[in-house]
């Protein structure tokens, strides 16, 4: 007799993973671009307020673009266990240089 259960197994964790990661890559790619736009803005002086509001709202939604994907990585047992570690890194890396750029904002 066969055992299918380890093949089937296998081939839902490979579906998992291109379920749930094409939906991660994106919200990662939004919160790169997000940081990358709160670096990238200069204000030109202290009286420059709208550059001071977009540094800080590009920072915010980065924090929660990168909160979102970092709790569809971990909140289900099931997705933690086919993706791996290494997809909780970009989140928490991208929402540490948002909040640095945050506090850091000149």
């Known amino acids: 007799m066969i055992d ?28 790169a671009g997000l940081c990358y736009t709160a670096l990238t803005i200069r204000p ?4 420059d307020d709208g550059a ?12 929660a673009v990168s909160t ?10 099931s997705v933690r266990l086919a993706m791996g570690r ?4 970009p989140p928490l890396i991208l929402a540490a240089v948002a909040t640095l750029r945050w506090i850091f904002v000149p």
Do not use: F, K, M, N
């Open 52 to 63: 001071y509001a977009g540094i800080i709202s590009s920072c915010l939604l980065a924090i």
């Open 44 to 47: 030109t002086g202290p009286w």
């Open 68 to 77: 979102v994907a970092l709790l569809i990585t971990v909140v289900p047992s």
């Open 4 to 31: 299918h259960s380890e093949t089937e197994q296998t081939d839902d964790r490979g579906c998992l993973r291109w379920v749930v990661g094409i939906p991660l890559v994106i919200l990662y790619v939004l919160a």
């Open 86 to 89: 290494w997809w909780l890194a």
